[in-house]
């Protein structure tokens, strides 16, 4: 203390400044702590599925949070945001897509939501250059399917469609009449 004294120093200014400097400190901590929370995937996922979802994606959201829990949250966990790099979701994806290359594509499209979501210039959850989304390519191609129903399994359809009540059995045997498939009626 005397030497403080000596340099003209006030012992209690720099006690206070230490104990001022500390505060600052676990002020600063909590605060990052709140924000990794809310940032981190898996409760930021819960909560895109919450907001945006179920208001924008009135027939997808129970699939979308199907595969945010099946697929997305067990490797993410609650890694914040901030944290999840480009190589993360390609490796998520390529991992995914050795299982199902239809399920690597849902992911994707998931995964490309909910960052642009966290992105967006009225959230402003992160920087739009934050977005690790940016310039990944979706995996896969769902093709056209060539496989046609066998004369046997048309038959069983045309059957089964006849115990259906109400409009869907007769809607599914015009269906075949037709030749149309459910989403390509055209006139």
């Known amino acids: ?107 994707y499209s998931i995964l490309n939501l909910i960052f642009g979501y966290a992105c967006d210039k009225e959230r402003r959850y992160l920087p739009p250059a934050k977005n690790p989304m940016f310039g990944i390519k979706p995996p896969y191609r769902v093709g056209i399917r060539d496989r046609t129903l066998t004369d046997d399994e048309l038959r069983l359809v045309w059957l089964a469609a006849g115990d259906l009540g109400g409009l869907f059995g007769p809607i599914t045997r015009l269906l075949i009449l037709t030749g149309q498939r459910r989403g390509r009626l055209e006139g």
Do not use: C
Not at 43 to 55: C, I, L, Q, S
Not at 71 to 77: A, I, S
Not at 88 to 106: F, H, N, Y
């Open 1 to 107: 203390m005397l030497d403080q004294v000596r340099r003209k120093v006030d012992p209690f200014d720099a006690a206070k400044a230490v104990v001022e400097v500390a505060k600052a400190e676990k002020a600063q901590e909590k605060v990052s702590a709140v924000i990794a929370e809310r940032l981190g995937f898996s409760t930021f996922a819960d909560r895109w599925v919450e907001h945006y979802a179920k208001a924008n994606q009135l027939k997808t959201w129970r699939d979308q949070r199907n595969v945010i829990n099946r697929d997305l949250k067990p490797r993410l966990h609650n890694r914040s945001l901030t944290e999840i790099t480009d190589a993360d979701l390609v490796e998520l994806i390529d991992t995914i897509k050795e299982r199902s290359g239809s399920g690597a594509l849902r992911a």
